[in-house]
DNA sequence: ATAAACCTTGGAGTTAAATCCAAGGTCAAG
DNA sequence: CTTGACCTTGGATTTAACTCCAAGGTTTAT
């Protein structure tokens, strides 16, 4: 068992935002010793874990509690339920790969353009890189832009 | 060109975000009308996309002003500093990228475990589910996982 | 030429997510 | 048996990122 300030250590994040999670619901210490002081688990490590990845990328704490809160526990919820809520949020993780993705090999393009490659000059900017990558834009958005894009 | 109305509505955001923007470095309108009204190009609907997407990916606006500031525009910048950063930022996203996969490959799993899968029933929390893809720790915590994982 | 729907600025208020502070209890080391 | 490094709580403060408001100027449609 870890005392808040050892799990703190090892995660590399202050004893007021774990206390700060529990306050929120999303990690509370699974034991208190004698004196109230708090002992997380091993299980409450990973969890913890889980957390701050998930907030890495771009998942709000609300989101973090959703995703959480997904345990087949047989009597609250209804394997449906528990499928609708992965499915939902699933393609939001895979919303956020092809931004990503996207991100990479427009990076990827700059890095390479940048330092004497064959395209050298031509993208000089992560703008112009993207540009470069574009095929799909936001469904609002494309027709604006490529009617502007012609004239 | 847009004004910022329209801008708005085309990205889904309040006029008070693209100012708010504007504070911070991160949009400027290239011009204004004689009434003094901003009017956002092509490049500047561009560059809202990109800071949108960004920020659905996890990066934070000081994030964003980074990576938009890397402009191989000759005076100012070397072509090694150039590189250095695109090279920085394209280590953070495909860091984010390999988390989210995980995520990814958990959800899934939990899905399939939910609905009358072969391994029904057995994963039954995101975190059962990462527990069970999970081959490598952050190295800070890897150790004292493991130690008392066997103990 | 006037109302409705835009836009301007400056500044205040909100929300999420921490982070800090104060007053005090606990515990191992000397 | 006290010093120092922990821990407790409750509440205040900070930071990032908006979001709203007020007072006033502009444009457009009737």
Redesign the interface.
Known sequence: MYRIGELAT???VKTDTLRFYEKHGLLTSSTRSEAGYRLYS??D???L??II??????FSLNDIAE??S????KANWA??D??GL??T??EQ?????A??????SS??K??QA??GGPDS?EH????EA??STDKE??P??EH??HA??QG
Chains 1, 2 share one sequence.
């Open positions: 090892l995660f590399d091993q299980d490590a990973q969890k874990r889980f990845r998930a907030k890495a990328v771009g995703l959480l997904i345990e087949l526990d394997c449906a528990v499928k992965v499915d949020k699933l993780v895979q919303a956020k790969i931004e990503l993705e996207f991100f990479a990076l990827n700059l890095s940048c330092c000059a000089c900017s992560i703008l993207l540009e834009l936001s609002k958005v604006h832009l502007e894009k």
